[in-house]
Every structure is written in C-alpha cells, then in structure tokens.
C-alpha cells in the first residue's frame, strides 16, 4: 500500500470481520437446499429480486450456491419469458405464507408442478447479479471463470428472455417502459409513490375475511401495509388471476398500470449488464443491441418520468398520465444508467443531499406529511435501494459521495444487526431479523476496497 494511504485502524478491522461472519452466518442460516429464503418466519419461499441481491453476496462466501440460487429461480421461468415473483417451497405449507400457492392459482408448465409459483414479476435485477458473479469468479482463476461461463451461457437466454416479456407484454403505456400491474411487482411495496393510482382501485375490506393476512402472525402490524391497502393487493391479484395472469387487453380490465422509474432503470442496467454478459459469451451483434435497449430505456424515462420542477424521477399512472407527487428513493435509480442527461444527475444529486433523504436516504421523503418512521416503504431506511444507489453514483463518477453512503451502510448494519429495513432517525433495525439481502449486500460493501476512507469517517 501507498505510504500515504491511511491505514485502517483496528477497530474498523475488528468490525468489519465481525460484520463479515455474522453476514455469512445469515447467508448460512437461510439457504433452502438449492435455493436462499429471504428470512425463514415471514418470508419462507424464494423471491425473485431478493435472489439476484443474495446472489451478489453468496459470490464472496459461496459462489457454487450463488449460481445455484439463480438457475433455481430460473427453473420456474414462464413460457412467455416472465420470471415470477415467488418460487413457492413446496415442503412449507400452505398455511405457512399468505398468499400461498393456491390462492394464486398457476397452472403447471414446464417442468413446474400446478401452483408452483405466482403470476407477477419483479425488478429484473437478475442480469446485473450474474455478471457480478462473474466478475468474482474472474478473480479466481481459469477453472472458476471457466465453470462461470458455462452458468452465463445457460442463464443468457433466459435473461433475454425476461427482458423481451417485460417489452412485449407489459409496455402499456406504448413508450417504451415496461408497467407493473400490482405494487408487488416494484418490490416496493406499499411505496407512496402508487398511492394516488391506488386510490382508484377498489379496497373490498371483506376480502381480508376469505382470505386471511399471516404476516400479521408474525410482524408488528404498525410495520406492515394497512388493511385497506391489502385488499386492494389481494383485489388485483384476483382481477389478474382472472384472465389466467394474460396481458393482451391488460388495459382495458384492470385496475392499476404504473412506469415505475426504479423498474425500469433496472431493466436499463440489466441490458447493460447482458452486454457484458454477450460480450464474454462472443455474442458481438448482441452486445451491440444491448446497449442499444439500454439508450432507448434511458430515453424513455427522461422523456415520461422526469418532473422538471421537483428535478427528480416520479412514477406515471398509465391510466392518466399523470406523475405521482411523491418523492421516494424510486426516483434516484435511474442514476445507474450512464447515459443519463447531466440535468437529470444534477437534479438527483440534488435532491438526495437535500433535507428530504441524506445518507442513507429513507424511502420516502423525511419531510413529507405522510412520512412513516416504522411502516416498510414509507419512511424506514433500505439497504438495496441503498445498495443502488451507491451503484448509481459511481456510474457518474461521484466517488466522494459513494463512500459516504457505503460508510453509513457499513455502520447502519453493524450497530443494529441485519434487518429487513432501519428506522430513519434511530437506526433501530426493524421488519424481518436475519434477512438475506441485507446480510448478501454488507459483503458487498466490505469487499469493496475504499477502507481507508471509511476508517477516516468511523
């Protein structure tokens, strides 16, 4: 090491091992088998986004699962190229998670049995995670970059597949952006980001007495979305269920279609990140129309998402056109596609330095009315978004403040332990203990090699 770098102290060491196994102790205490859980109690099956976050961890501590753990999401890919939001376990019961395989109804395909898995999607982050599995495996030698590369050739297609679903089927609003259909799919929850698109679909309160809530069972209801935001959850997956989860004429029929700014910027990076992928798998032409895709979502979302007044990224209610007035950590993804305008950085750089977030930034804006210090996605402090974040920044070359948040991640987590989300004032971990992206992604951040800046700022 240069004689001029500062060296770590040995507390910042003695805390980053410390953090390091009680992370893969996580990782170790939720793998399934052949798959990872997001936290045993309340979420006791695979979900989708969750796998490509503990992937990226599972690569420093357990590459062999980490790959193992996509293909197993992949193995319940549909025909039609979506990736479902839940794998159900089928040795967990049906009493163990609501909703569970039979409320949701799919039917067998493939090599799925009946009720396999649920009819909707999630951030399609999935690409993003391999090629960093593979970036690590790149490090180790031949024989691992050999091994790695058979896993990217599998997964290619299936990746190319999810992607062309979520243009052909879901491009609702006819613009270039794919729309969710249930809050589910953003994997952000109960955002307020979709409460006014929300506010127009039915809350059938007696729902809730057919079909019961279970995480209530087992989590602090002040945490969770309310009552009349889980009808309106249970109604649409009924509405969508009805026509066998088909998307032709989706308009039309049901009850929500939002462009989520978080979404589709992922759906960016994930082009990129097939790029990379084609790239080493000697695919030239198709790299080349990757990053292509990649340039026209970025477009796509200036042009339909951004506010020129609040100088941030909003969710689109398709139905009306019109951008929600929230401001939620959803706006500041689009920082990880590099062809983002300079406006469109200055205006998320702004917006995130401002008093409404800060690092770590909340989910929602700190001075809004409705700000929530407890309930999931309206206020509590989230390591992915974060995650993203910090990913974003470096992509405009914004080292100083990348550091920053990583610094305030790394001592978020190791003070409070690895929570499903943090509360944003106290830092008190709350939702689901021993969650698994969490844990997955403080692997990530310790790999990362800027110590000597966190040891000046711990």
Not at 173 to 192: Q, R, T, Y
């Amino acid at each position: 090491m240069h004689p001029a770098t500062p060296q770590p102290s040995a507390s910042v060491i003695e805390m980053s091992a410390e953090l390091w196994n009680s992370a893969a102790d996580v990782l170790e205490t939720n793998w399934s088998g052949d798959h990872m859980v997001p936290s045993r109690r309340l979420y006791p099956h695979q979900w989708s986004w969750d796998t490509a976050f503990t992937a990226i961890g599972l690569a420093y501590v357990n590459p062999a699962r980490a790959w193992r753990d996509l293909r197993s999401l992949f193995e319940a890919q549909w025909p039609d190229g979506r990736v479902p939001h839940i794998v159900f376990d089928p040795a967990t019961a049906e009493s163990g998670y609501f909703p569970g395989p039979a409320f949701w109804g799919v039917p067998a395909y493939g090599k799925r049995p009946v009720n396999g898995s649920t009819g909707i999607v999630q951030p399609p982050l999935h690409a993003v995670a391999a090629w960093k599995v593979y970036r690590r495996a790149a490090a180790h030698g031949a024989a691992c970059v050999q091994q790695a590369q058979a896993e990217l050739a599998w997964l290619y297609p299936r990746l190319v597949a999810q992607q062309e679903y979520l243009i052909a089927r879901r491009d609702l609003g006819g613009g270039g952006l794919a729309s969710i259909v249930h809050p589910w799919e953003s994997g952000l929850d109960n955002s307020p980001a979709w409460d006014e698109a929300m506010a127009n679909v039915p809350a059938d309160l007696s729902l809730l007495t057919t079909f019961r809530r279970r995480d209530l069972d087992v989590a602090d209801a002040a945490h969770r979305p309310t009552d009349r935001d889980y009808a309106r959850y249970v109604g649409l997956v009924l509405s969508y269920r009805a026509e066998g989860y088909s998307d032709t004429g989706l308009l039309s029929r049901h009850d929500l279609a939002v462009e989520c700014p978080s979404f589709n910027a992922i759906r960016g990076a994930a082009e990129l990140a097939l790029a990379q992928i084609a790239g080493v798998l000697g695919r030239t032409a198709e790299a080349a129309a990757h990053r292509e895709r990649a340039h026209r979502i970025t477009t796509a979302i200036v042009a339909h998402l951004w506010n020129p007044r609040t100088r941030t990224f909003h969710a689109r209610d398709v139905r009306t056109g019109k951008l929600s007035p929230a401001r939620c950590v959803s706006g500041f993804m689009p920082l990880l596609l590099p062809d983002l305008p300079a406006e469109q950085v200055e205006g998320i750089l702004a917006e995130v330095r401002s008093e409404r977030f800060g690092f770590p930034a909340p989910s929602y804006d700190r001075t809004a009315t409705d700000f929530d210090t407890m309930r999931y996605w309206r206020g509590p402090v989230w390591i992915n978004m974060n995650w993203l974040l910090r990913r974003g920044l470096l992509m405009h070359g914004r080292r100083d403040e990348a550091e920053e948040l990583r610094a305030a991640m790394v001592r978020l987590v190791h003070r409070n332990g690895h929570f499903e989300y943090f509360h944003p004032a106290t830092g008190e971990g709350l939702g689901a203990p021993t969650f698994s992206w969490t844990a997955a992604l403080a692997l990530d951040l310790l790999a990362d090699r800027s110590v000597p800046a966190y040891a000046k700022a711990a």
